[in-house]
């Protein structure tokens, strides 16, 4: 099993839909939890992070964790063309201080 | 504060030559990532320092890949001899405190023809 796992997708959402972004993680003592986002050719950006059971919401972004279904998901509100990215989901495993990611999801925003 | 800082942003080599690849942290900044990054595998955690220290280095693939830290502004990644496998866009990131977010450098795109 993969220390944190996302679909790959690709995901393709209509402009001005919700997009909804997963993953999971295999270790329970992790405590922090990240959502990069990865435009082609370019390096991963952080849009936000997590730390606490619940959402977290910044102006479009939601993140959302559950730490007992270990399961952190990010939610894009009325989706742009320019959201068309690939995202990243990382977490510190077992609390340390090196962030592992997963291998991303590609998202597709369709006018 | 400019950001994370590597060079060269492109590197072509030929199988077998050294190639060493720079990075500058943010100043004030206690932790050093090197990242790997390719389709196969994604983004893997090669090594990272804290405090100029190496931590952790189960993540780099060989004995041909060496990672030094001399000072807080400064490190560097060396591979020697190179293979063409190893054709990647190498990361640098750097944090500061526990468990915070990594900030990442432009990366360098390592061919080895």
């Known amino acids: 099993q993969k220390e944190v796992e996302q679909n790959s997708g690709p995901l393709s959402v209509p402009e001005g839909a919700i997009a909804s972004l997963n993953c999971t993680y295999s270790?329970?003592?992790?405590?922090?939890f990240f959502w990069y986002r990865q435009y082609s050719g370019k390096s991963p950006e952080l849009i936000m992070f997590?730390?606490?059971?619940g959402d977290k919401e910044d102006g479009r972004f939601t993140a959302q964790l559950n730490k007992a279904s270990q399961y952190v998901s990010l939610l894009i509100r009325d989706s742009q063309p320019s959201d068309s990215a690939t995202y990243l989901c990382?977490?510190?495993?077992?609390?340390?201080?090196?962030?592992?990611f997963g291998t991303g999801t590609q998202l597709k925003v369709e006018l | 504060d400019a950001g994370v800082i590597q060079s060269p942003r492109h590197e072509v080599t030929e199988m077998g030559q050294e190639v060493t690849l720079r990075c500058k942290p943010i100043?004030?900044?206690?932790?050093l990532f090197w990242y790997r990054q390719t389709m196969m595998r994604g983004l893997e955690l090669l090594i990272y320092?804290?405090?100029?220290?190496?931590?952790?280095d189960s993540g780099m693939p060989e004995d041909r890949f060496s990672a030094k830290m001399p000072n807080a502004s400064f490190s560097t990644l060396k591979i020697q001899p190179s293979e063409p496998r190893d054709s990647a866009v190498y990361f640098c990131?750097?944090?500061f405190g526990t468990g915070t977010e990594a900030f990442f450098g432009q990366g360098t795109r390592l061919t080895v023809v």
């Open positions: 990382a977490v510190n495993i077992r609390g340390g201080n090196k962030l592992t």
């Open positions: 100043s004030g900044h206690d932790y």
């Open positions: 997590i730390y606490s059971n």
């Open positions: 320092f804290n405090n100029n220290v190496p931590i952790d």
């Open positions: 990131a750097s944090s």
């Open positions: 270790d329970r003592g992790s405590q922090s």
